[in-house]
């Protein structure tokens, strides 16, 4: 299994802010995954992040909205920016292990945007 | 495309019942498939793979590719099964070498002493 941290565990801002939630794992991994959870929603897959090369973002996701950084093998981050309501959401960071397809999972950054 | 469809939102069941779980995908390739659970206050972690035929606390879950269908069984509920079940369907885009998982809805199972 791998041991995944992400901060914040969840936060409260404001419209038109910007934030910025961090993924550490426990060891290297190459691909790093970034969803999100709206409520009442499945887990919608927004960019893969592997280092070394730009993120691979899904439809209807944009690097400007939500830019990733992949220093390297054991740590991403995602920036969700200039926040609206409709952000508020549970982000998760996941890490692919082996060739298997298992996926493990952050515990989540639940925002809320006011 | 990939996709995968839970149908049922919630599915409540009594202690020591059957439970079936429904998914259903759609897939051009042959696919990979998994269940997902989510227990109170926990992450999001694997239950069961289908290229594993293995059984996970009891559930199992047969791929049906005629029917396209990959539901999760238990012939009998606990109490501690109560948790959001995820099927999930994997896939390697072509030529990307890239990799997505794609979530259905997700059920909640309540299970009912």
């Known amino acids: 299994s791998a041991v995944i941290s992400q901060k914040p565990s969840r936060d409260i801002c404001q419209r038109g802010t910007s934030l910025t939630i961090q993924c550490q794992v426990d060891?290297?991994?190459?691909?790093m995954f970034w969803y999100r959870q709206q409520p009442g929603q499945s887990l919608t897959l927004i960019a893969t992040?592997?280092?070394?090369?730009?993120?691979?973002?899904e439809s209807g996701f944009v690097i400007d909205k939500f830019p990733i950084s992949r220093p390297n093998l054991t740590f991403s981050t995602l920036t969700v920016s200039n926040m609206s309501p409709e952000d508020s959401s549970i982000y998760l960071c996941?890490?692919?292990?082996?060739?298997?397809?298992?996926?493990?999972f952050g515990e989540g950054s639940r925002l809320t945007v006011l | 495309a990939q996709r995968v469809t839970q149908p049922e939102k919630l599915l409540s069941v009594f202690k020591g019942a059957p439970v079936e779980l429904k998914c259903n995908y759609s897939y051009s390739g042959s696919p990979e498939l998994f269940w997902y659970v989510q227990y109170s206050r926990q992450r999001l972690q694997l239950l069961l793979r289908h290229i594993s035929r293995e059984s996970i606390k009891g559930f199992t879950a047969d791929l049906n590719k005629g029917e396209t269908s990959f539901h999760l069984k238990k012939p009998f509920a606990q109490e501690e099964d109560s948790a959001m079940y995820y099927c999930?369907?994997?896939?390697?885009?072509?030529?990307?070498?890239?990799?997505?998982?794609?979530f259905g809805k997700g059920t909640k199972l309540s299970v009912i002493p």
């Open positions: 996941s890490v692919l292990r082996g060739v298997t397809g298992e996926l493990f």
């Open positions: 992040a592997n280092q070394g090369s730009e993120a691979t973002y």
């Open positions: 060891s290297q991994v190459t691909m």
């Open positions: 999930a369907l994997s896939g390697r885009r072509s030529g990307a070498g890239s990799y997505q998982l794609t």
